[in-house]
Structures are given as structure tokens and as C-alpha cells.
């Protein structure tokens, strides 16, 4: 079992940066892939970032790559999503997630097995 606790959400402007943080607990983190993913309301969970268990490979999707990054420090148990200059169409609830590895799917939401509650990200025109 792996908990999760997403921080760093807010509210701010288009053009504006937030870090996201994950902080794991429970097994060991660097056994895991994370991910990141968002959902709007009305709208599907969607994938926005991964990373490998090393940090060694990452993966965005296209609408956030070049102002997205996503990093992770195993010593903390942590994993980060550097977010530079946001545009209102970011706005979401962010979500960490973590699973065995990046083989497969690792875009699918529905292939990773821990999650956390969620933090919200608002960026206004």
C-alpha cells in the first residue's frame, strides 16, 4: 500500500508558475512509476505527466510539454510537477498517482493503483 498527498494548488493568473508536490508513504517509494493527471469538470481524467522509478524517463503529454516538468527525489519521497506559464485550459484537479512500472499504458489512468485525494489548480485569464 502506497499513500499519497498532493500540495501546491492555488489560484493564479495565465503565465503564472506553480510547483505540485507528492509526498509517499507506505512502501517504497522508488519501487514506483508516477504519474500526474488532471480532470476538469465534466471532463475525463487525463494524463499528464509520468516518470520512472529512477527519474531516468519521463513522459508529457503534448498540450504541456516545453512549459511542464516532472522530477521526483527519492530520498524525500516525493515527486514534483514544475508547472510554467499556465494557461486558463490548465485548470483542473491534479492528481499523483503511482504504479509498478512505464511499460504499457502508462497514459491509461486506469493502470495505476495508487492515488491521491487530489489538490486544485485554477489559473485565470
Known amino acids: 500500500q502506497v499513500q499519497l498527498v498532493e500540495s501546491g494548488g492555488g489560484l493564479v493568473q495565465a503565465g503564472d508558475s506553480l510547483r505540485l508536490s507528492c509526498a509517499a508513504s507506505?512502501?517504497?517509494?522508488?519501487?514506483?512509476?508516477m504519474g500526474w493527471f488532471r480532470q476538469a469538470p465534466g471532463k475525463e481524467r487525463e494524463f499528464v505527466a509520468a516518470?520512472?522509478?529512477?527519474?531516468?524517463?519521463?513522459y508529457y503529454r503534448d498540450a504541456v510539454k516545453g512549459r511542464f516538468t516532472i522530477s521526483r527525489d527519492n530520498a524525500k519521497n516525493t515527486v514534483y510537477l514544475q508547472m510554467n506559464s499556465l494557461k486558463p485550459e490548465d485548470t483542473a484537479v491534479y492528481y499523483c498517482a503511482a504504479r509498478n512500472d512505464l511499460s504499457g499504458n502508462y497514459y491509461s489512468h486506469r493502470t495505476y493503483a495508487y492515488w491521491g485525494q487530489g489538490t486544485q489548480v485554477t489559473v485565470s485569464s
Open positions: 516518470i520512472s522509478w529512477s527519474g531516468g524517463t519521463t
Open positions: 507506505g512502501r517504497t517509494f522508488s519501487n514506483y512509476a
